[in-house]
């Protein structure tokens, strides 16, 4: 099926998931000839990481994932979202191959597989390799091809068993905050580098998708979003414009060119320099389906302390929020996800969604994390009121399996389904993972169309 059309196919079940990504879980970050990422030079970076924690060991997800396996089996997880670290298979980005590498992925997928599950492949969760960052990354238009020579690697080696692709993650995320706001790699702040980097991932997208086509059979193609509805923290209306502004960023730079075949109106000026004639047919190439991460709405305020002019303002008193500071609103969730469906008219998986929050064990074993059931049990039900009025939603993910390495958070917040004792990597399943296992059971018999 194409961007656009609906799907006259089979009825098949509402797939239910969970999503981790590879610097966030695997660790093993110097083993087996893995090279090194921007997130390895980023986190030794004094003062950028809380506690100066890094992700070489994180979850040890390298040497434990059979009973990561095992236990998304015990719980009846449908779908593992996982993502490849582009410098394990190619240290130096591209040019030699790193058998080991491709070798860890194909241990995982098949034990995936055997477990009943699905297995979904991200392509790319922000550790792009330092050395082509040395090259200039993603301000690099070659970057586009280098990404789609490892997306053609990655196709070729696990197409025979791997169906769902995702060529990004949450693009909008890791160009805003590496290349302009600041707190992640590559730690740019450089208006012009942002735009730069939005083509060119933009570009990369394309080509990874014509690439993973040409090589997979019934490959089932998407990128994944992090679309959070973007409103003025006041009524003033420098504020509406910041909030106007940030929209365009975050929630339609990659979408719009990806589906539409232009940049939103507010950017669409800035990107004209770094255009060339055809650009955009590269850019929109056909693709099943619309990853949607959602979390919280985001409060904008105008601000002249970045170049984009604004920043993130506080949601209104009496809202809840995560330990992130996350606003709690479950039916902002419900608004993207009707906006997103009536503004590109393609299935939907939520691809990510989740909390945040300080969960300890007691000592015989247990974690009780009722916020998390809280959140869970009502951003799915803001899920399904979406669907009741005609959005077209085909699956969720909770992100994330594990408790793992949150960015510059570090170890700090938790969001995993399983807890985990980093000192011993000890795996405990939290009460919100068998309240997932239930509402995975109780819509078995949930029925949506397949793409
Ligand atoms: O941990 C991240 C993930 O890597 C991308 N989406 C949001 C999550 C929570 O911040």
Same mark, same amino acid.
């Not at 879980?25 to 000839?33: I, L, M």
């Not at 392509?123 to 792009?128: G, K, R």
């Not at 200039?136 to 238009?141: A, D, E, I, S």
């Given at each position: 099926m194409t961007a656009g059309r609906a799907s006259a196919k089979a009825p098949s079940r509402f797939t239910w998931g969970v999503a981790t990504s590879s610097y966030q879980?695997? %660790?093993?970050?110097?083993? !087996?000839?893995r090279g090194l990422s921007i997130w390895d030079t980023y986190s030794r970076l004094?003062?950028?990481i809380k506690n100066g924690d890094?992700?070489?060991?994180?979850?040890d997800h390298y040497h434990r994932y059979r009973e990561d396996v095992a236990l998304m089996r015990e719980f009846g997880v449908e779908a593992y979202r996982f993502s490849v670290a582009w410098p394990r298979i190619l240290p130096e980005g591209r040019g030699a191959i790193n058998e080991a590498g491709l070798a860890f992925y194909d241990r995982l997928i098949d034990a995936v597989i055997a477990a009943g599950i699905e297995p979904w492949l991200c392509?790319?969760?922000?550790?792009?390799p330092q050395s082509l960052q040395d090259k200039? %990354?993603?301000?690099?238009? !070659?970057c586009a091809q280098w990404f789609a020579d490892y997306a053609n690697v990655v196709a070729h080696r696990y197409g025979d068993r791997v169906k769902r692709f995702a060529t990004f993650n949450e693009p909008s995320v890791f160009t805003l905050f590496g290349f302009c706001?600041?707190?992640?790699?590559?730690?740019i702040v450089d208006r012009s580098m942002l735009l730069r980097a939005i083509h060119h991932v933009n570009l990369g997208h394309g080509a990874a998708v014509d690439r993973l086509r040409a090589s997979v059979k019934k490959a089932s193609l998407g990128a994944i979003h992090n679309c959070q509805p973007c409103r003025p923290a006041t009524e003033k209306p420098e504020d509406r414009v910041a909030a106007e502004t940030l929209d365009a960023y975050w929630?339609?730079?990659f979408p719009d060119p990806q589906f539409r075949g232009v940049y939103p109106p507010a950017i669409a000026g800035l990107m004209t320099p770094h255009l060339k004639p055809d650009d955009f047919e590269h850019i929109c190439r056909p693709v099943d389906w619309f990853g949607l991460n959602h979390y919280s709405p985001v409060y904008v305020v105008a601000s002249n302390n970045n170049p984009l002019g604004l920043w993130f303002g506080s949601a209104p008193a009496d809202v809840p929020r995560s330990t992130m500071g996350w606003p709690v609103e479950p039916d902002a969730f419900r608004e993207i996800l009707t906006t997103m469906h009536k503004r590109y008219g393609v299935p939907i998986y939520v691809t990510e969604n989740g909390t945040a929050y300080a969960d300890k064990p007691t000592p015989d074993g247990k974690v009780p994390d009722e916020p998390r059931i809280s959140y869970l049990t009502a951003y799915t039900a803001a899920m399904f009121d979406a669907i009741a009025t005609g959005v077209d939603v085909r699956g969720y993910f909770v992100w994330a399996l594990l408790d793992n390495f949150?960015?510059?958070?570090g170890y700090s917040e938790r969001f995993g389904l399983v807890y985990v004792?980093?000192?011993?990597q000890r795996r405990l399943p939290k009460e919100s993972f068998r309240w997932f296992a239930d509402q995975i059971k109780g819509h078995s018999a949930l029925s949506v169309p397949t793409v």
């Open positions: 879980v695997e %660790g093993a970050a110097h083993e !087996d000839g004094p003062g950028k890094t992700g070489d060991v994180a979850c392509l790319y969760h922000w550790d792009l200039g %990354g993603w301000t690099n238009r !070659d706001l600041g707190g992640q790699a590559p730690g929630n339609l730079a949150e960015w510059s958070s004792d980093y000192p011993t």
